[in-house]
Nanobody, 112 residues
Framework: VQLQASGGGLVQAGGSRRLSCAAS????????MAWYRQGPGTQRELVAR???????RHADSVKGRFTISRDSAENTAYLQMNSLKPEDTATYYC???????WGQGTQVTVSS
């Protein structure tokens, strides 16, 4: 089982970024997929989650700005991030709940 996260980088405040989590060895539609983030000196926190049934949930801090989705054909989960703020700066990790597997993390830095 592998989760390959990508899409991070440096972006200006107010900008957008899309993160991808390509899965191999598992089907993302049979798993609950989630995105977490960990900023400097902070604990890892849940950002968004999509259940195997397709229901989504987003943290209050990103609601209305971030959207989790998935593409079953690509076996990839996504996190579309809009209206980015400096406080969104963190390493973002994807996670497959039912197999307990983490991706390697991708850094997002938002400059003011």
């Amino acid at each position: 089982v592998q989760l390959q996260a990508s899409g991070g980088g440096l972006v200006q405040a107010g900008g957008s970024r899309r993160l991808s989590c390509a899965a191999s060895g598992i089907s993302i539609t049979l798993n609950h997929m989630a995105w977490y983030r960990q900023g400097p000196g902070t604990q890892r926190e849940l950002v968004a989650r999509i259940s195997s049934g397709g229901s989504t949930r987003h943290a209050d801090s990103v609601k209305g700005r971030f959207t989790i989705s998935r593409d079953s054909a690509e076996n990839t989960a996504y996190l579309q991030m809009n209206s980015l703020k400096p406080e969104d700066t963190a390493t973002y990790y994807c996670y497959a709940e039912l197999v307990g597997k983490w991706g390697q993390g991708t850094q997002v830095t938002v400059s003011s």
